[in-house]
């Protein structure tokens, strides 16, 4: 079982940065693939970053490429995502979520049904 509590998320003026963090319980952590998504109002969820164990493999939305960039500690149990450059468009529910067993696969899913546990949830709010 895997327990996730994200923080950091608020509110920020178009070109500001935040840093989400998900500290995760649990013993699977190690073995896990680690995403964040978000959900808007009235949108679908979906795939924002991803990252394997070692953090050699990561995969990201193409809306957020070049501007988010999601990293790990295994030691602390917990992953990050650094937000740069946000845009009004970034508002959103940020979720970060883990998918048992698949840390060590050398390719990162964007699929949400194949992530187990979710946190709770943060709102990140970009005004313009």
């Known amino acids: 079982q895997v327990q996730l509590v994200e923080s950091g998320g608020g509110l920020v003026q178009a070109g500001g940065s935040l840093r989400l963090s998900c500290a995760a319980s649990?013993?699977?952590?190690?073995?896990?693939?680690m995403g964040w998504f978000r959900q808007a109002p009235g949108k679908d969820r979906e795939f924002v970053a991803g990252?394997?164990?070692?953090?050699?493999?990561?995969n990201y939305a193409d809306s957020v490429r070049g501007r988010f960039t999601i990293s790990r500690d295994n030691a602390k149990n917990t992953v990050y995502l650094q937000m740069n450059s946000l845009k009004p468009e970034d508002t959103a529910v940020y979720f970060c979520?883990?998918?048992?067993?698949?840390?060590?696969?050398?390719?990162?899913?964007?699929?949400?049904?194949?992530?187990?546990?979710w946190g709770q949830g943060t709102q990140v709010t970009v005004s313009s």
């Open positions: 979520a883990a998918g048992r067993g698949r840390g060590n696969l050398p390719w990162v899913t964007r699929n949400p049904e194949d992530y187990d546990y």
């Open positions: 649990g013993r699977t952590f190690s073995s896990a693939v």
């Open positions: 990252i394997n164990w070692s953090g050699g493999s990561i």
